[in-house]
């Protein structure tokens, strides 16, 4: 841990608690953008996974509510797009093209990293992304087997998307006590405001591997002692993160009691 840095482990553990306390209970804090299904998508099957993969492929450094609704309705209007027969077949201009209609950052790059996974996908898996992981796998296995995907194997898509792949059936996960949290901007921005991490501004912290593997590893055992897996917190870190945090909406956090910011600023404003 660099010098600078400091944590506040009994404030992790608190706020933990207070978060599956938000799961228990449900509601917008815990609806997360790639569990709303375009019309006429079947659940568990494999334009299920082909979507779930390809969207997430493009999920980085982008708007992920916007990416998730245009990402809907261009299932809607052309699902065979979301195929890998389809995307090899598309050029690569065509292809780019779709991808910045879609919000990918960068739709030249993104188009090749879907040319490129669409063809692993053909190879080694028969074009079904559910064969990643058929059969029960760990954690550390099917990290292994993306290896040979781009932009989903890097540390916090990969995390995401076995995740996200595990919640809807598609990967069957051995040891989901394993599975990471995906440290992404908004549990960065969550992790700093609280005051659960002093020291790092929350930029810092998504660009620097040793501290996105820092609030990792509180976060696992600030779960552990709160009784639910770390991997759950995610989405109502995400949501307060990006609706709450990141719009100064303290007053409607169900956490703000336990946040150093709020703490702040209560302390500044005058009664």
């Known amino acids: 841990m660099p010098s600078s840095v400091s944590v506040d482990e009994a404030r992790a553990i608190a706020i933990a608690r207070a978060l599956k306390g938000v799961l228990e209970r449900g509601g917008p804090l815990v609806s997360m953008p790639e569990y709303v299904l375009p019309r006429g998508l079947e659940p568990g099957s494999r334009e299920h996974a082909l979507y779930l993969t390809y969207v997430i492929a493009v999920d980085y450094m982008v708007d992920a509510e916007k990416l998730w609704r245009r990402a809907r309705e261009l299932y809607?209007?052309?699902?065979?797009?979301?195929?890998?027969?389809?995307?090899?077949?598309?050029?690569?201009?065509?292809?780019?093209?779709?991808?910045?209609?879609?919000?990918?950052?960068?739709?030249?790059?993104?188009?090749?990293?879907?040319?490129?996974?669409?063809?692993?996908?053909?190879?080694?898996y028969g074009g079904d992304p559910r064969n990643i992981a058929r059969e029960p796998l760990s954690v550390g296995e099917i990290l292994r087997r993306l290896g040979e995907f781009p932009?989903?194997?890097?540390?916090?898509?990969?995390?995401?998307?076995?995740?996200?792949?595990?919640?809807?059936?598609?990967?069957?996960?051995?040891?989901?006590?394993?599975?990471?949290?995906?440290?992404?901007?908004?549990?960065?921005?969550?992790?700093?405001?609280?005051?659960?991490?002093?020291?790092?501004?929350?930029?810092?912290?998504?660009?620097?591997?040793?501290?996105?593997?820092?609030?990792?590893?509180?976060?696992?055992?600030?779960?552990?002692?709160?009784?639910?897996?770390?991997?759950?917190?995610?989405?109502?870190?995400?949501?307060?993160?990006?609706?709450?945090?990141?719009?100064?909406?303290?007053?409607e956090c169900p956490v703000k009691e336990l946040c150093a910011r709020y703490q702040s600023s209560a302390k500044a404003t005058p009664r």
């Open 151 to 251: 932009t989903l194997r890097g540390e916090k898509l990969s995390a995401f998307y076995v995740r996200v792949m595990h919640e809807t059936g598609l990967f069957k996960v051995r040891d989901p006590e394993n599975l990471g949290l995906p440290v992404n901007r908004q549990i960065s921005r969550f992790t700093v405001y609280t005051g659960m991490l002093v020291g790092a501004d929350y930029q810092t912290v998504c660009s620097r591997p040793e501290l996105r593997a820092l609030v990792r590893e509180v976060w696992r055992r600030a779960a552990a002692a709160a009784g639910v897996p770390a991997w759950k917190l995610d989405e109502p870190m995400w949501n307060i993160g990006s609706k709450l945090c990141a719009k100064d909406r303290c007053l």
């Open 76 to 124: 809607e209007r052309d699902p065979t797009l979301f195929t890998p027969e389809r995307v090899l077949a598309t050029g690569g201009e065509e292809l780019a093209r779709a991808l910045k209609r879609l919000g990918a950052r960068f739709p030249r790059r993104a188009a090749r990293d879907w040319r490129e996974i669409s063809r692993v996908l053909l190879e080694r």
